[in-house]
């Protein structure tokens, strides 16, 4: 038998312990100082936030007044209904429905056509939710709900015909309007804290978007 080779594989298999006693101790030393860099930069975020005598907020309040603001930036607008009518949508009239944490908007209309002798006035009335837009910080409107579009002084005929396009024209005059868009001030110290816009509640007075910490990257919310 050679002595000497069984020496050297017992050298090797009592070597194997040490190795991977050294790897785990690097791997830790690795992992301890992510976590540290992590707890700085939060560190540091509470620091700025202190130095400069701002507590870390935990929501962004919008008042109803810089929605309609925004809102009338929208329009008006103009549609056509089968080819023969055109829609005309004016500025929107909002109000808050927080019982239902839900918008709505009261917009004056009127229709006019070749088919038609004069211009009839009438309403749209829709009520729709928000949603937040990471790519661009924007809140916006979306699941449209149409309450009712009346024309006064139409055919019962042509009332319904108009009733039957509704829901697709208010689709087309509400879905993903820009309400608000989140300015600098309002995120930057958010975005040190590693913290983003989350649920968004109506209020009587305007909207309530909550500030949460990010989830990981990969993680839906």
């Not at 005598?53 to 962004?60: A, E, I, Q």
């Not at 309609?68 to 008006?76: G, N, S, V």
């Not at 509400?174 to 300015?183: A, C, S, T």
């Not at 975005?191 to 990969?218: F, H, S």
Request: proline share 5%; glycine share 6%.
């Amino acid at each position: 038998m050679d002595y000497s080779k069984t020496i050297a594989l017992s050298a090797g298999l009592t070597s194997v312990p040490i190795v991977l006693n050294q790897i785990l101790r690097s791997w830790v030393v690795v992992m301890n100082r992510r976590a540290w860099l992590m707890s700085a930069a939060m560190g540091l975020g509470m620091v700025a936030a202190g130095c400069s005598g701002k507590s870390v907020p935990s929501s962004v309040s919008v008042s109803q007044q810089k929605l309609q603001e925004m809102l009338a930036k929208r329009f008006p607008k103009q549609f056509p209904v089968a080819g023969l009518l055109q829609l005309d949508l004016k500025v929107p009239q909002l109000s808050m429905r927080p019982e239902r944490n839900m918008l709505n908007a009261v917009i004056p209309a009127e229709l006019s056509g070749k088919v038609l002798k004069e211009r009839f006035s009438g309403l749209l009335d829709v009520d729709f939710a928000l949603r937040y837009e990471p790519s661009d910080r924007t809140l916006r409107a979306h699941q449209i709900k149409v309450n009712q579009l009346s024309i006064d002084g139409l055919s019962p005929a042509l009332s319904d015909m108009l009733g039957t396009y509704s829901t697709a024209l208010a689709e087309q005059a509400m879905g993903q309007v820009v309400l608000y868009q989140l300015q600098d001030q309002d995120l930057a110290l958010v975005d040190a804290l590693a913290m983003e816009p989350g649920a968004i509640t109506v209020t009587a007075q305007g909207l309530t978007v909550a500030l949460v910490q990010k989830a990981p990257q990969g993680v839906k919310r």
